[in-house]
């Protein structure tokens, strides 16, 4: 009971990323499609629409297939799905497949020419086709125009011409926007693009003219929020019925865990369907589409030249996020964090993970409740996260059981899924990142004084002052005062300040008064703040003139590599480390986490020696 598969692609996937269904992203257990619980197939012959609308399909844990498009009028459901013919389904030998993503260029340019200097650019990035913007043109003339595109064009083109109403540019008549689409499919385009409110009546007028390779996407966009899962499975529906091969559904990221809920349309759809979550907060979506069964995804040629929020580069997504090594396999990995756009982790943690060949990706993350987050995604396919602003101590709180280490510290900077039962392991890898490097830079010092004896710290005795008491404040405080060292805690909130000092046995500054601390010269300084990092980096902790009592000045912040802080200090005759230094060792820490394998450290160095 196989049907055809005509869904020509246009890469060959790699055996590994020949799927099996998606598995949820989601906590919600009648929403997973297991690779037991395979959906359910009704050939239109068989039922009536009187018996199918006895089955309360609402019910129904997997979703249900019709290989009949006419019985869903009856039968509107958020759990019903139409075979298409343009994937292979074969229910009972227990096969599904479907392929990987692949990557669209949006091609936005004022002229003809321009836009196919930018398909050829597409191609050399790496892109498998390219999307036309017809409604960037500032000239159009469309039989002579098309043809040149569609001739020129090195990759399969999809033609969009979007009109102001559905957040495009184009403002002239409807009736020649229509014309212009149907126009492009008889001169040979892969795809064109269009709404679902015209969708009908257009598929209607191209009927039985539609050449075989030909496919019509038909789109909504919303770019104020993300629907309930059953609203998304309604529209998608209603999108099936306009007569859509491929359905595409863009929406708006108001939390990243919206994104879960088109996780969860994709891996259960049953026609082709790209669905991606608009804003940075959707970001994920456009990275993991082979894992969720997204059709595709859009990678810019050029950063910023976006033709929707939140894209990134065709090289982002290559390069920075292996995504032809994404398959439904892959576990996800990610900085939790809020900012996290700056975060230098994905790109070293994924060419580590290449490195050894590890079925990973690691992506940013951009968090707003923590809580709410491990709670959405709480599938073992999401394996392990780093935490960072302002998360580390909420992420104490949200894991099951908690490393001794961290748990002193009282913050958590890496969360592992344990595979066995699901449950949140909780350790700290900045103690070990930030005190071995500050340790380094004393022992490369040239100050003899520096280093008491080659087998206990050259901490030791030393008065270590730490500007910051949150997640690195503490870590960092904690290791010194293991280390013998008399820590001195400066905050911004006192109170903080206080806490942490009393918990560890220092004493506590108010940060204005930090320029006038000075008990003895030789100091450490470790700024754990915020403070200079990008795109602050005008901001300093201290005053230049109070660095002279300091021996030693880190600074925890890495972007940029060396801050105000740390060129201020090393102007001052200082030792200087950067934060870089306890960026690399706390990573390859979180790698042995994360993996379970020896961290690939050179690799680590390398890349880092890039930044
Ligand atoms: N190099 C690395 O590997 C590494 C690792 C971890 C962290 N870091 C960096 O360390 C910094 C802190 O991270 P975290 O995770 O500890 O963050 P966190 O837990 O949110 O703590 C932030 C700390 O910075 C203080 N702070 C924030 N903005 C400030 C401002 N404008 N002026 C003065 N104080 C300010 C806060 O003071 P209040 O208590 O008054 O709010 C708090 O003490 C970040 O820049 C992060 O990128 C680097």
Redesign the pocket.
């Known amino acids: 009971m196989a049907s055809s598969s005509t869904n020509a692609r246009l890469t060959n996937p790699p055996p590994h990323l020949l799927s099996t269904p998606r598995p949820s992203p989601t906590s919600v257990a009648n929403l997973r499609l297991p690779a037991a619980d395979f959906p359910l197939l009704f050939k239109s012959n068989l039922f009536s629409s009187a018996e199918l609308s006895s089955l309360r399909i609402r019910s129904v844990p997997v979703p249900v297939v019709f290989s009949d498009r006419r019985l869903l009028r009856s039968m509107k459901s958020s759990n019903v799905y139409v075979a298409s013919d343009s994937m292979e389904t074969e229910i009972g030998s227990q096969k599904l497949a479907k392929n990987p993503s692949l990557i669209c260029a949006p091609v936005m340019a004022d002229s003809v020419d321009k836009m196919v200097v930018e398909t050829c650019k597409a191609q050399d990035l790496g892109a498998d086709l390219v999307e036309i913007r017809l409604d960037s043109l500032k000239e159009f003339n469309p039989l002579e125009d098309l043809k040149i595109i569609i001739q020129k064009s090195p990759l399969p083109t999809l033609f969009t011409y979007r009109p102001k109403w559905e957040g495009g540019q184009y403002e002239g008549d409807e009736k020649e926007r229509l014309d212009v689409l149907r126009l492009a499919m008889e001169l040979g385009a892969e795809y064109i693009d269009v709404e679902l409110q015209v969708a009908s009546e257009f598929i209607k007028s191209i009927k039985g003219k539609k050449p075989a390779n030909f496919r019509v996407i038909v789109s909504s966009h919303n770019y104020e929020s993300t629907p309930s899962v059953e609203d998304l499975n309604d529209l998608a529906l209603r999108i099936q019925q306009s007569g859509a091969d491929i359905v595409k559904i863009a929406t708006t990221a108001v939390d990243i865990i919206d994104v879960a809920r088109m996780f969860h349309l994709t891996s259960n759809a049953q026609v082709p369907t790209i669905g991606l979550v608009m804003g940075e907060r959707g970001l994920m979506s456009r990275i993991l589409c082979s894992k969720f069964g997204g059709y595709l995804t859009f990678g810019t040629i050029e950063s910023g030249k976006v033709s929707a929020p939140g894209q990134p580069t065709i090289k982002e997504l290559l390069d920075l996020y292996n995504f032809r090594r994404i398959g439904p396999d892959t576990k996800v990995y990610g900085i939790i964090g809020k900012p996290v756009s700056h975060s230098k982790s994905p790109i070293i943690h994924n060419q580590a993970f290449k490195s050894v060949d590890f079925d990973g990706v690691y992506v940013h993350l951009l968090v707003d409740d923590l809580a709410s987050f491990l709670k959405t995604y709480s599938s073992s396919d999401f394996a392990g996260f780093s ?4 998360h ?2 909420a992420a104490l709180k949200c894991c099951d059981e908690v490393d001794p280490l961290a748990k002193s510290i009282g ?1 958590v ?1 890496t969360i592992l899924r344990r595979q066995s039962d699901g449950k949140l392991l909780g350790y700290n890898t ?1 103690c070990i ?2 005190i071995s490097a500050i340790e380094d830079g004393l022992r490369r010092s040239s100050d003899p004084s520096s280093v008491p004896s080659s087998s206990s710290s050259p901490l030791a005795g030393k008065t270590v002052v730490v ?9 960092l405080a904690y290791g010194a005062k293991e280390k013998g060292a008399k820590v001195v805690i400066a ?3 006192y109170e ?1 300040a206080l806490e942490l000092a009393e918990a560890i046995g220092g004493r506590a500054l108010a ?1 204005k008064d930090l320029d006038n601390f000075h008990p003895e010269d030789g100091m450490v300084l470790a700024n ?4 200079g ?1 990008q795109p ?1 980096v005008n ?1 300093t ?1 201290i005053s230049k003139d109070a660095l002279k009592h300091y021996a030693l000045v880190f600074d ?4 940029p590599r060396i801050t105000r802080l740390l060129r201020e200090a090393e102007e001052c005759g200082a030792i200087t480390v950067s ?2 230094e ?2 690399v ?3 390859y820490e979180q790698f042995e986490i994360f993996t379970g394998l020896p961290a690939p450290k050179e690799l680590y160095w390398q890349i880092m020696s890039k930044y």
């Open positions: 935490c960072t602003i302002p580390k101590e913050a900077n900045d990142g930030s500007i910051g008491a949150g997640g690195a404040g503490k870590a905050n911004r909130t903080r940060l754990t703040t915020s403070m990092m602050n901001e902790p925890a912040v890495y972007t934060g870089s306890m960026f060792r706390q990573a």
